[in-house]
């Protein structure tokens, strides 16, 4: 009896060693906002087993689609949308059973364009409404900033300024009086 204690003993010993540890899968992501021409980024990783990850939608492009235990850094590329609203996708790492996922949202693409010509030294951005509005202003003078109603801009230089607003969006459109306004282009409103 006294041998069967010690190798009863070294027995469980070797069978506790042999069982598997629990997945752990860890990223640095849950949701990322992506502009309508397309962008890329990174997700950092960690897991104790061997992983993937998937892309749900065609538009996505995961790389690496693999790795080993360990840390790693995946980069997701995200295509321009081309179509007329904003759209949504993922990225699904998973390792041993385990999953965890990236939430992409991507803005539509601008397809209103207001061009307002002027001599003001500053100038504030006209009011565009509409149900999921976003865009971009062009100032000139190299200055592009976010769609934000109110936005203003001082010049630094004289003459015409010409400020390009891209939308998406947008349903109705109010501005101020903006002083030595020589030409608003909506055409393409």
């Not at 640095?28 to 061997?50: H, M, P, Q, R, W």
Request: proline letters at 3%; charged letters at 15%.
């Amino acid at each position: 009896m006294k041998r069967f204690f010690p190798l009863l003993f070294v027995f469980l010993t070797a069978l506790s060693a042999c069982e598997k540890e629990d997945p752990e899968l860890n990223i640095d992501k849950g949701l990322e906002n992506i502009a309508s021409e397309g962008g890329s980024f990174s997700v950092s990783l960690t897991s104790n087993y061997d992983w993937t990850a998937t892309a749900i939608e065609s538009w996505i492009t995961v790389t690496p689609t693999s790795g080993k235990k360990g840390m790693a850094t995946v980069s997701v590329t995200v295509a321009a949308n081309t179509g007329t609203s904003s759209r949504r996708g993922s990225v699904s790492f998973a390792c041993e059973g385990l999953t965890r996922s990236v939430n992409i949202s991507q803005a539509q693409p601008f397809n209103q364009k207001l061009t307002i010509v002027h001599n003001a030294s500053v100038f504030t951005v006209p009011t565009i409404n509409g149900n999921g509005m976003n865009g971009r202003v062009d100032f000139g003078e190299g200055g592009v900033k976010a769609y934000s109603s109110g936005l203003k801009w001082t010049y630094t230089g004289t003459g015409n300024h010409k400020v390009v607003i891209e939308s998406a969006g947008g349903t109705s459109l109010s501005m101020k009086t903006v002083a030595g306004v020589s030409e608003i282009d909506l055409s393409a409103f």
